[in-house]
């Protein structure tokens, strides 16, 4: 019988969650091997992966998305073991797309073998504790709940499906704006999040999410107009939510980045987030879109 709870203590993520998120270590092993027990696996000869459908990208695209995250990897597991369940993986499952989260030595492997492996992105995720945080007050004028025209939403789409640090080379430009204007649309209409509006200027998504007795607020997205740019408004939208979020009960508040962001990551330092973890993510060629994920 498989030992969930020892897999998930053993994950190089594990200690590093429970020291930011606060919580009970043997609650919050309880809790992740619970999950771990439901999801849908992948068992090969010295490892274990789970597997997820990317339901909305494979809407979208009308093709089959998934993701897979390596869990479990025994001393002497060979990359290209690994490569062949993946190539089997999507074979069996007709997938067009798979994005893996691997570690740094099966990328070294598979280039060994000659496969070319492009570097596209590297997520970066920050962190800030909550408590103590009173309103601020530059955030006068920022519309909570207001209604976004379309033509907003998609000037945001275009400039954002334009920016350097979001292209992804495994889609085009115009699909990338696409995409995000649909994943705008869906996002206003989920209770969980909540939007404020610097009406011409940017808007700001926070979501909530309860892990056991703890709430963490994600900043889901921020955008301001190229216009607005250099203007304050960021900083506004961000004070303002964090304001949103302390009232929402939420003890810490999180945000993912691109690395390559010097810029961003300087912004939200000086707000008061750290650095957490690096995700990085990979192209290699194949028939199929395969995108490769490095575990930071």
Not at 74 to 99: F, N, Q, V, Y
Request: hydrophobic share 35%; aromatic share 10%; with cysteine.
């Amino acid at each position: 019988m498989t030992d969930y709870g020892q897999i998930v203590s053993s994950h190089p993520w594990f200690r590093k969650y429970l020291a930011v998120y606060s919580v009970d270590r043997r609650e919050w092993l309880e809790y992740q091997a619970k999950r771990l027990e439901k999801q849908d696996k992948i068992f090969f000869p010295g490892g274990m992966g789970i597997i997820k459908n990317s339901s909305f990208l494979s809407r979208f695209f009308g093709k089959s998305f998934s993701d897979f995250t390596m869990i479990r990897e025994e001393e002497g597991l060979d990359p290209m073991a690994l490569l062949e369940t993946i190539k089997e993986i999507i074979r069996l499952r007709g997938l067009s797309h798979l994005a893996l989260k691997v570690p740094e030595e099966f990328r070294t492997g598979m280039l060994l073998e000659g496969i070319s492996i492009i570097p596209v992105i590297t997520s970066r995720k920050m962190v800030m504790t909550l408590s103590g945080r009173t309103e601020s007050p530059e955030t006068e004028g920022i519309l909570k709940g207001a209604s976004f025209p379309r033509d907003f939403l998609a000037q945001v789409s275009r400039e954002y499906g334009e920016s350097r640090f979001h292209y992804d080379p495994g889609f085009r430009k115009k699909d990338i704006s696409d995409l995000f204007l649909t994943w705008l649309e869906n996002s206003l209409k989920d209770p969980c999040v909540t939007a404020l509006l610097d009406p011409g200027k940017g808007l700001l998504l926070l979501k909530t999410h309860d892990i056991l007795k703890s709430r963490i607020g994600e900043i889901l997205f921020i955008h301001v107009l190229s216009k607005a740019r250099n203007s304050g408004t960021g900083r506004r939208l961000i004070n303002r939510g964090l304001s949103e979020l302390c009232s929402s009960r939420c003890g810490i508040a999180e945000v993912k980045l691109t690395a390559e962001n010097s810029g961003a990551e300087l912004f939200y330092e000086k707000i008061g987030f750290s650095k957490f973890l690096d995700e990085k993510t990979y192209h290699f060629g194949s028939k199929s879109v395969v995108r490769v994920k490095q575990r930071g």
